[in-house]
């Protein structure tokens, strides 16, 4: 048995959860059609407008403090805001300039805090001890107009851990994500084009249990995403790209996946348009730096 110094071990333990919650966290972006339609007039226009509705959202959920989908939809902005403008601009700046991407990270964490803060309050208007049942993993019984709910919350947890850096304070709330997703799924498996499918893709993709079927389950699930997409959400394919062909090392599977996810016409489905635009956009941002993700 070959020896692995402690520090290492730990530092490359952490580096793989960040992968995992980067993968699944771009699934409340990337697979949505809730992508805010600012987030692609420009990165520049949207700093300075995205942050002017947060303070109209703050005050509407403080005048209607009961009321469930104000909740709901400040998060929305929050999440797609903080993963799709500042944690992109964190990821891209961290080899050329460290100390700005540690603040769009930093920005980006506070904004996920608070979104996980006003779903769980949303959830808990409707179920009692919401918060703790998750915490213990108890049986709820949710409806059909709940799978938005679980959805987004589990985007502001992964999006917490990611923000981050896996501070062990929001790490303890990895398992939390999969019970929200198969919570959610039970209700409603082809939700959205599919993008419960594609998140679980996501998730057994990274599975950490050492379950030997995993990245079994992560395929079929992908299967079932493309077909209920009718293979027009680029992000399956791009994070099948970054997360299955890098790890396998297949250069050819990983230049093929990210060709069909830019191959995709934008316009077939309104739905999927602006998310379909994002994935692209990483793809082809994936495609140039292929020499430093494979070592042949």
């Not at 947060?54 to 939809?73: A, D, G, H, S, V």
């Not at 107009?145 to 981050?164: F, K, P, R, T, V």
């Not at 060709?259 to 995709?264: E, F, P």
């Amino acid at each position: 048995m070959n020896y692995v110094h402690p520090i290492r071990y730990m530092n490359n333990l952490k580096k793989y959860f960040l992968r995992t919650i980067h993968t699944i966290i771009s699934f409340f972006l990337l697979s949505s059609c809730a992508v805010n339609n600012n987030l692609m007039v420009g990165s520049e226009i949207a700093e300075l407008t995205m942050p002017l509705s947060f303070e109209t959202q703050k005050r509407k959920i403080q005048k209607n403090p009961n009321n469930r989908l104000f909740y709901l939809n400040a998060s929305k902005s929050r999440i797609t805001y903080a993963y799709g403008i500042l944690m992109e601009k964190g990821d891209r700046l961290m080899y050329s300039d460290y100390y700005k991407s540690r603040e769009y990270y930093s920005k980006s964490l506070d904004l996920f805090l608070i979104s996980r803060n006003y779903l769980i309050n949303a959830l808990e208007i409707k179920y009692e001890d919401f918060s703790q049942k998750m915490r213990n993993n108890e049986k709820i019984d949710f409806e059909i107009e709940d799978i938005d709910y679980l959805y987004w919350l589990s985007g502001s947890i992964a999006g917490s851990i990611q923000a981050s850096q896996g501070d062990p304070q929001y790490l303890i709330d990895l398992p939390k994500i999969k019970w929200l997703l198969e919570n959610a799924i039970s209700l409603k498996p082809d939700w959205e084009n599919g993008s419960l499918s594609a998140a679980m893709m996501s998730v057994y993709l990274n599975d950490l249990s050492g379950d030997k079927n995993a990245q079994k389950t992560a395929l079929s699930y992908f299967d079932l995403a493309e077909k209920q997409s009718k293979g027009l959400n680029a992000s399956i394919y791009v994070t099948l790209a970054e997360n299955y062909a890098v790890s396998k090392q297949n250069k050819k599977l990983f230049i093929e996946l990210l060709d069909k996810a830019i191959s995709i016409d934008v316009n077939e489905d309104k739905n999927l348009k602006q998310s379909n635009k994002l994935s692209q956009s990483r793809a082809k941002w994936l495609k140039s730096r292929v020499d430093d993700l494979f070592y042949m």
